[in-house]
Nanobody, 119 residues
Framework: VQLQASGGGLVQAGGSLRLSCAASGSTFVGYTMGWFRQAPGKEREFVSALSWNGVYRYGADSMKGRFTVSRDNAKNTLALQMNNLQPEDTAVYYC?????????????WGQGTLVTVSS
């Protein structure tokens, strides 16, 4: 599975961005998809994940209510709608895929897209 994240950019605090992740190379439907982020000088952090059928989702508590993950299996795409962005949300955002919802490790990673939130 190849993953290509896009949609990052510069936004002011309080603004919104929508990230997209396009998947190719394998059957997208069978994979749990997720988003992670890595801020400068910090470790990679889990953001949110969604099961292959969109039924089961989980996310980091700090982002609940602001970030929403969704997927379109017909288009092989994953999205992350981010609202009320804050400077601490500045990071490179990565999409990832794994072949089992219950696994802790992720099998595939995209290259990342940079989100910068100005105060």
């Amino acid at each position: 599975v190849q993953l290509q994240a896009s949609g990052g950019g510069l936004v002011q605090a309080g603004g919104s961005l929508r990230l997209s992740c396009a998947a190719s190379g394998s059957t997208f439907v069978g994979y749990t998809m997720g988003w992670f982020r890595q801020a400068p000088g910090k470790e990679r952090e889990f953001v949110s994940a969604l099961s292959w059928n969109g039924v089961y989702r989980y996310g980091a508590d700090s982002m609940k209510g602001r970030f929403t993950v969704s997927r379109d299996n017909a288009k092989n795409t994953l999205a992350l709608q981010m609202n009320n962005l804050q400077p601490e949300d500045t990071a490179v955002y990565y999409c990832a895929a794994k072949n089992s919802f219950y696994k802790t490790s992720w099998d595939y990673w995209g290259q990342g897209t940079l989100v910068t939130v100005s105060s």
